[in-house]
């Protein structure tokens, strides 16, 4: 059975960093691309962003609003998935979510862990 | 960036109904489009990958249409723990932005 399961959440002051994990288990996690979503308290989804496989050069994708202060890593030796976010700002405050891709890149995130709240406030 | 509005954004049925969500992108994405369940406080679940086919697992009461930029959400015969919030996702260049959601409430 396929399990996503975040760690790494909590309180920051703006400007500060964090480091979310995500394990995986069930699946061979090292064939998948993975991605982050997060959600504001109260609103909708927002795509955070990706990381490719081995096979595709472990290449990344971020939304606008996170590009340069977020950064996306995998490590396939211990099925984890991490999320570096340096430069926090109030509006990173959400539930974060660490997904697998189903097996094509347009097949929709098929697992999804349980969350990570990561509240940004001084 | 693509942009995916969904109508309505909150919608009151009751049990037994015919539904239909729609999905409109703000440019063509061919089918590269999925639809997700979300209940209070639990993850996002798939229902239908590629515009049109149904994740496993789901029932067949949901069912997807669309193409290029019109996109809907049918769902056949609601049932009580269909009441929830549905999100759309397109998948086909980056941002993968989501919908802002429809609520589905009970009348």
């Known amino acids: 059975e396929v399990h996503l399961v975040e760690s790494g959440g909590g309180l920051v002051q703006p400007g500060g960093s964090l480091r979310l994990s995500c394990a995986a288990s069930?699946?061979?996690?090292?064939?998948?691309?993975m991605d982050w979503v997060r959600q504001a308290p109260g609103k909708g989804l927002d795509w955070v962003g990706r990381t490719r496989n081995k096979a595709n050069n472990y290449t990344t994708e971020y939304a606008a609003s996170v590009k340069g202060r977020f950064a996306i890593s995998r490590d396939d030796s211990k099925n984890s998935l991490y999320l570096q976010m340096n430069s926090l700002k109030t509006e990173d405050t959400a539930v974060y979510y660490c997904a697998r891709v189903a097996g094509t890149t347009s097949s929709g995130l098929d697992y999804w862990g349980q969350g990570t709240l990561v509240t940004v406030s001084s | 960036a693509i942009q995916l509005t969904q109508s309505p954004s909150s919608l009151s049925a009751s049990v037994g109904d015919r539904v239909t969500i729609t999905c409109r992108a703000s440019?063509?994405?061919?089918?590269?489009l999925a639809w997700y369940q979300q209940k209070p406080g639990k993850a996002p679940k798939l229902l239908i990958y590629a515009a049109s086919s149904l994740e496993s697992g789901v029932p067949s009461r949901f069912s997807g249409s669309g193409s290029g930029t019109d996109f809907t959400l049918t769902i056949s015969s609601l049932q009580p723990e269909d009441f929830a919030t549905y999100f759309c996702q397109h998948f086909i260049n980056y941002p993968h932005t989501f919908g802002q959601g429809t609520k589905l409430e009970i009348k």
């Open positions: 069930g699946f061979t996690f090292s064939d998948h691309y």
């Open positions: 440019q063509g994405i061919s089918s590269a």
